[in-house]
């Protein structure tokens, strides 16, 4: 959108040779700038995030396997207000030869301090949703603010504490992981997302301690994430639901080697061994 019709098709050129090199290289790894794609709106951020997930969206489903950009500024496509979301595709696709006109009409419209109001009625509307949306919400958006205030709300109305957990914790969880498989969500999205989640079981934990029932254990599980591996949120969850039901939970924590994994499997006669790995660092 720098308004010089040579570079009208640039953002599509990339996504179609993406496409490209995936098909006829298939084991190469594709990286890109992105912040180049919005620097003819620099000054606006609401629209650069947006033209930066849109973007994203379309070159990761093609083949990209890494963008250069912002983490702290990316927004999730599918909350992009829609006549926004439609201008900027207009313009990274290059399917109108109005399209930058029509996004710098628009551009006005999400600078600086209307943005920062819709924010704050976005925000002061979510705070009166039922609580289960409110969970879903906080773990979309990654806010921890009011976390276990919502999840305390939601033990109360829960006839166990696990079920907070199991209930709309993991929905919440659940729409992330759609996001996310989508293109529609980002990694570092997904980790406050994570570490939203972690904050709300370790509020509910010594609640699902205390209603553990009495009686003979169920067996020995060890778990652990792999070593190359520091993610612990799935680890955890599993171990809180899995003492719940009365197994006797062995937790190795996190870059755990294969051998030490057998070696304490077989000390503690276990029944079962948990493995948890999602991306190496």
Sequence with gaps: ???????????????????????????????????????????????????????????????????????????????????????????????????????????????????????????????????????????????????EQDTEEARQQASRPIEVIEGPLMDGMNVVGDLFGEGKMFLPQVVKSARVMKQAVAYLEPFIEASKEKGSSNGKMVIATVKGDVHDIGKNIVGVVLQCNNYEIVDLGVMVPAEKILRTAREVKAALIGLNGLIPP
């Excluded at 009208?8 to 700038?33: M, T, V």
């Excluded at 006109?101 to 301090?113: F, P, Q, V």
């Excluded at 209307?114 to 925000?123: F, G, H, I, L």
């Design 1 to 147: 959108a720098t308004g010089i019709e040579e570079h009208n098709n640039y953002a599509q050129d990339f996504i179609g040779a993406c496409e490209d090199i995936k098909r006829e290289l298939p084991h190469e790894l594709i990286s890109g700038g992105v912040s180049n794609v919005s620097f003819s709106f620099r000054g606006n951020d609401p629209v650069r995030e947006a033209i930066h997930a849109v973007f994203l969206y379309y070159a990761i489903r093609n083949g990209m396997d890494m963008g250069i950009v912002n983490a702290g500024q990316l927004a999730i496509y599918d909350d992009l207000p829609a006549e926004l979301r439609d201008a900027v595709e207009d313009v990274i696709l290059n399917r109108r030869d109005d399209g930058t006109e029509r996004l710098l009409d628009l551009a006005e419209k999400y600078r600086g301090s209307k943005t920062d109001e819709a924010a704050n009625a976005q925000q002061a509307e979510w705070r009166s949703w039922d609580v289960k949306k409110r969970l879903e919400y906080s773990l979309v958006k990654g806010i921890t603010e009011f976390i």
